[in-house]
């Protein structure tokens, strides 16, 4: 049966007269009947049998020609009309698999706006791909917020983190930037810039503290790191924008998430493996059986100054305060 342009399926009769050929079957029957009327009002005669003649051979041609158009209709149907359906369809099916690609390649699956607050939602989705992943690959600031993440999250990954190298200021001026527009006019840039040194520190600590979950974490320090931070998982990267304008007030940016299938994936790692591969990078490596004592050297040659017990346990502390406010507010538990 025929679809009208609403999707309404109708019957072929009822198409048919509402065609030129239905209106001819209609005349025809309405001939026969006059004939037919007419002839029962006169005497016999010849007159009476040229019309009762020509009412019978009326109604004969218009039931035939009634019953030729219905067969030639529904053949007509199924040779033109449905093969040009399903191509129709056909075309569209492609067209559709097409956008998907397209969509899947170059445009986000996930999309979460500039906050004053951590994202309940953002982190449950990210905590989801967190704890389904083998690889995490990390670039970022100082690695607090992946830290946190890793420690409350049972699964067990090889971890690759780029941080910033406290020793150049160019490294933290573009998140010294950030903050000093979220904080307005009364950020203090030099007391902005302690704290971000401070930040980097207890990152390191924290990385040390999640070791024990990790196969391994291959710490890389670079003294230029780019300002956006990127989470990389088997099947997807999260990028956080902090060099994006729109939000910029806001303490955490926009988000976005991309699939493994996307350009930005394939830009993303590829990037990792430069940075990787860099001479002038600082690298080491934290493992479960690092022990704290050469975990205070690594920290010493990156920051410049020893870290002494003391120094530690401050830091230490002052990770579990934050992943404890973090978690918090993320509503990710303790």
Same mark, same amino acid.
């Given at each position: ?12 009769i ?35 049998n ?15 020609g009634?019953? !030729?158009?219905l ?52 982190? %449950? ?8 992943? @083998? ?10 917020? %992946? ?18 190298d406290?020793r ?12 000093? @527009?979220?904080?307005? %006019? ?14 980097? @520190? ?13 196969a ?51 830009? !993303? ?7 990787? %591969? ?55 538990g303790?």
């Open positions: 049966m025929p679809a009208d342009a609403k999707g309404i399926r109708t019957h072929p009822q198409d048919l007269f509402w065609t030129r050929t239905g209106l001819l079957l209609l005349v025809l029957l309405v001939v026969s009947g006059l004939s037919m009327w007419v002839s029962s009002e006169l005497d016999p005669g010849l007159a009476k040229l019309l009762t003649a020509l009412g019978t051979g009326t109604l004969v041609s218009s039931v035939v009634f019953g !030729q158009t067969i030639t209709a529904s053949a007509a149907q199924r040779a033109m009309v449905t093969p040009v359906i399903e191509e129709s369809r056909k075309a569209l099916r492609e067209l559709s698999a097409e956008y998907r690609s397209l969509n899947q390649e170059f445009f986000p699956t996930h999309v979460f706006e500039a906050s004053t607050e951590p994202d309940p939602a953002f982190n %449950a989705l990210i905590m989801s791909d967190l704890r389904q992943t @083998r690889q995490l690959w990390f670039r970022g600031f100082s690695g607090r917020y %992946a830290a946190a993440r890793m420690l409350l999250s049972p699964a067990q990954w090889e971890v690759r983190a780029v941080l910033a406290p150049e200021r160019g490294a933290i001026s573009g998140r010294a930037r950030h903050l000093a @527009r979220h904080q307005g %006019a009364s950020a203090d840039y030099e007391e902005i810039q302690r704290t971000l040194h401070q930040e980097i @520190r207890i990152g390191l600590v924290g990385l040390y503290l999640a070791r024990g979950r990790c391994g974490i291959d710490v890389t320090v670079i003294a230029d790191p780019p300002l956006d931070r990127v989470e990389l998982f088997d099947d997807c990267v999260w990028i956080t924008l902090y060099s994006a304008v729109a939000g910029a007030p806001s303490l955490y940016p926009r988000t976005l998430r991309f699939s493994e299938g996307s350009f930005i994936y394939d830009m !993303q790692r590829a990037e990792f493996a430069r940075v990787h %591969a860099a001479r002038d990078a600082h690298r080491f490596t934290l493992t479960p059986d690092t022990s704290r004592a050469e975990f205070r050297e690594h920290v010493g040659a990156i920051t410049g100054s020893a870290l002494s017990d003391t120094e530690f346990a401050e830091l230490e502390a002052g990770f579990h305060r934050f992943r404890h406010e973090f978690s918090t507010k993320a509503e990710l303790s």
